[in-house]
């Protein structure tokens, strides 16, 4: 029997009111269960934009903000993956990633920071240190952020550990060749690790100085790097059936990630 797993990435569009974005985020989760989707997974930075300082919107992970997804996830029976903000010991925040749903909870702090187009985002944000991934309707899933994309060693070592799909959350800054690069990074990050990756993305907004607001484009990418399913610019959602059988299909005939491990 195929195996498969059904995904869904809700392309929001986060500002500065954190009241409004959980209730899009909320309302997020629940089309995706409708959907009969495994996995919901909402942009970075879903609790609030990069437009202001995100400092002052930051909550720990039993805050009202994480404790309302916790509460719809568990609702709903899916699994959530949702952008926000952590404090972090040293006055900056945490990049985080809060996955969350029946089978448990773990979290991804962002490891590579956007200090890159005249932006700093190290200036108010501590990396993480760790790769993750978890389990998900018996599916081994792996997470990344956003700038994480142009680092394929991530991507390599995630599929070295057992992902066989990665969701990749982003709120990717607009720009010259930005949108070119963004669905080019996809693909290859998904040759790199031999994995199905779906992108979801901060819906398009006009630039703001250097703030990252997003560009939209979130994506299905197939372990070759094809590409299956994309949205545009605006906010939508994103629901694919992942055929995990054409993982071990891929490995099993280019057998790259075996190659100095």
């Known amino acids: ?3 498969h797993i059904r995904i869904a990435a809700a392309q929001i569009s986060s500002g500065p009111d954190m009241a409004e974005n959980l209730e899009a985020v909320l309302s997020a989760i629940e089309k995706a269960a409708e959907a009969g ?27 009202p903000f994480a404790s309302a997804i916790r509460a719809k996830a568990k609702e709903c029976g899916i699994t959530a993956s949702v952008g926000m903000f952590e404090p972090a010991s040293d ?28 932006a700093k985002e190290s200036d108010t944000v501590a990396p993480g240190k760790d790769y993750v991934t978890t389990e998900i309707a018996g599916v081994r899933i792996g997470f990344a952020t956003c700038f994480d994309l142009r680092f394929a060693d991530q991507f390599a070592a995630l599929g070295r550990q057992g992902a066989e799909v990665i969701a990749v959350s982003a709120s990717w800054g607009d720009g010259p060749a930005k949108a070119e690069q963004w669905d080019l990074l996809l693909r290859a990050r998904a040759m790199d690790a031999q994995s199905w990756l779906v992108a979801c993305g901060q819906a398009w907004r006009p630039p703001q100085g250097t703030a990252p607001l997003g560009i939209g484009r979130s994506a299905v990418v197939d372990p070759v790097g094809m590409v299956r399913a994309q949205l545009p610019g605006s906010v939508g959602m994103l629901v694919h059936d992942i055929d995990l059988d054409m993982v071990q299909d891929i490995r099993a005939r280019i ?4 190659h100095g491990s």
């Open 37 to 63: 989707a495994a996995l919901a997974i909402l942009p970075e930075a879903a609790s609030f934009w990069f437009g202001g300082d995100v400092r002052e919107q930051a909550e720990p992970l039993d805050g």
């Open 91 to 118: 006055g900056r925040v945490y990049n985080t990633l809060l996955i969350t749903g029946p089978e448990g909870e773990t979290a991804y702090r962002k490891v590579h920071l956007f200090d890159a187009f005249g």
């Open 255 to 258: 057998p790259v990630l075996s």
């Open 1 to 3: 029997m195929s195996r």
